[in-house]
């Protein structure tokens, strides 16, 4: 056999690369793949075409903001056919740079494809903003997850949009930042239907914090964890007890997929004080407690946290210690000592009124004492004997 010369070598090389894409189909710029990493190096990802074939990423296109690889290989990835170089099977997952060009980007709002853009400087009712050697624009109100009260924060940036409109070979295009914030909720959403449960306990982080209550992050989408849900106690000062970026252990109270709502609650994991009420609190025993409420027929008197028993304000005017008939004289934050007067678990009541402290009934129980020893007679201590 006679040894190939270097013309034959490349031409056979030639006829390889032909035949290795000739089972793969025709790729058109801009068309949608959905594919498997295969392997990673240190500046490409490696994707499964069909057979022995593979694709190429730039690996830095799957960078986070802290320098993480996001992949692994066995990930699935949508990407986009860019073009077919020595050989190579070139993809994206957004367009930017030398990549866009007209072609490519009249495909890409085609198939909805991301493009990378600069936002260069704001202009009347938006931002300008340059993708390779195209300008487009994005308004106001499709820029950013939300409406900022700060529109010149984007400036300078380099973020992903949506081509929303093309037109003129490229000389008039509309963006949108916005829509691929949307697009990534949707696509956790419904990763989140697949797992999330009514009565399930989750770990979140709480992304802001309201008057009415918490907003949890539970990866793609915020849950309510309404100021009453927070505690068995009553939370006057929800920032005295969260604050943003804190974990938190919640239950799933209620999930509604349709709007959109989930709500949580901490207290439902804390045990019920109710079920031992009874036990706890029999009608005639004596405890010190602290004035939480005010009300018009009474006072609300914390027992423990998640136990508040009423001291209605007919036994408060009966007590001459606490002031005559129609008159409250108790103060809110005032510590009393209570007398239980019933106790209604099922219903998350306790009657109680005005009583002397155990101190005072040792007391009074000593001075008993001493005045049985004493062959004087005492008014006083005849007066507490008929009590």
């Known amino acids: 056999m006679k040894p190939l010369n270097s013309d034959s070598k490349a031409n056979d ?7 290795s894409f000739a089972g793969m189909g025709h790729f058109k710029p801009g068309q949608a793949v959905k594919t ?18 593979e694709g190429i990423l730039d690996r830095d296109e799957l960078i986070d903001k802290e320098g993480k690889l996001t992949v692994k290989v066995g990930d699935t990835l ?63 109100s499709k820029m950013g997850e939300r409406r900022s009260d700060n529109p010149a924060e984007y400036i300078g940036k380099h973020l992903s949009f949506k081509i929303q409109e093309y ?15 949307e697009e990534a909720r949707a696509e956790a959403l419904e990763e989140l239907k697949k797992t999330l449960h009514e009565g399930m306990v989750i770990t979140g982080s709480i992304a802001s914090i309201q008057s009415f209550g918490a907003f949890v992050d539970l990866g793609g989408i915020q849950a309510l964890l309404p100021i009453s849900e927070i505690s068995l106690t009553r939370v006057e000062d929800i920032r005295a007890v969260l604050s943003v ?27 019920d ?21 005010l009300a018009d ?31 409250t004289t108790v103060k ?39 005045s049985d020893d004493s062959t004087t007679y005492n008014p006083f201590a005849a007066l507490l004997k008929k009590k």
């Open 273 to 293: 004080p109710w079920e031992t009420a009874k036990e706890k609190y029999p009608e005639g025993s004596k405890h010190t407690g602290k004035v939480v409420r």
């Open 78 to 140: 949508r990407v986009f056919f860019l073009n077919a170089e020595n050989g190579e099977m070139h993809f994206t997952t957004k367009i930017s740079g030398n990549a866009a060009g007209p072609e490519m980007l009249e495909q890409a709002y085609l198939e909805k494809i991301p493009v990378e853009g600069l936002v260069e400087k704001e202009i009347k009712g938006g931002y300008e903003i340059r993708i390779g050697e195209f300008r487009a624009f994005c308004p106001y």
């Open 36 to 53: 498997e990493v295969v392997s990673i190096s240190q500046d490409c990802v490696f994707l499964q075409l069909n057979g022995k074939s």
């Open 297 to 327: 027929f009474g006072a609300f008197v914390s027992l423990e946290p998640g136990i508040d028993g009423l001291m209605h304000s007919s036994e408060i005017s009966k007590a001459s210690r606490y002031g005559t008939r129609g008159e």
């Open 167 to 181: 037109k003129d070979n490229g000389r008039s295009i509309l963006v949108s930042n916005r829509v691929i914030y």
């Open 332 to 370: 809110l934050g005032q510590t009393v000592s209570v007398e239980i007067l019933g106790v209604d678990p099922s219903n998350k009541r306790i009657s109680l009124k005005p009583a002397s402290t155990v101190e005072e009934d040792e007391t009074a129980a000593k001075y008993l004492d001493a």
């Open 13 to 19: 090389l030639e006829k390889m690369y032909e035949q």
């Open 245 to 271: 970026g804190q974990e938190i252990q919640a239950s799933i109270l209620q999930i509604d997929w349709k709007n959109e709502r989930i709500s949580l609650s901490m207290k439902s994991l804390l045990a």
